[in-house]
């Protein structure tokens, strides 16, 4: 299984980038997607997520800037991100659970907010 993300890159502050990340290979039904970050010298956290009905889980610091969304067609989940601020700079992952419980991750794409 390989997860391919995409979308990052230096952004101004209040810019608007989409992240996308497919996934491919055997994938027996995918439950849950979501995306991570991990900005430096801080913990991976969760920014976003999306069940298989639908249901979407986002962080308090994202909530109204951004939203996730996904392709069950093309197994692939996005982010988008609106009104980006300085403090949103991080590596992003996306990351799948498959109805089995196991969990895949993509390599990470770099999201720098700079003026």
């Known amino acids: 299984v390989q997860l391919q993300a995409s979308g990052g890159g230096l952004v101004q502050p209040g810019g608007s980038p989409r992240l996308s990340c497919a996934a491919s290979?055997?994938?027996?039904?995918?439950?849950?997607m979501g995306w991570y970050r991990q900005a430096p010298g801080k913990q991976r956290e969760l920014v976003a997520s999306?069940?298989?009905?639908?249901?979407?889980n986002y962080a308090d610091s994202v909530k109204g800037r951004f939203t996730i969304s996904r392709d069950n067609a093309k197994n692939t989940v996005y982010l988008q991100m609106n009104n980006l601020k300085f403090e949103d700079t991080a590596v992003y992952y996306c990351?799948?659970?498959?109805?089995?419980?196991?969990?895949?991750w993509g390599r990470g794409t770099q999201v720098t907010v700079s003026s």
């Open positions: 999306i069940s298989s009905s639908g249901s979407t």
């Open positions: 990351k799948i659970v498959n109805r089995g419980g196991i969990a895949y």
């Open positions: 290979g055997s994938i027996f039904s995918i439950n849950t």
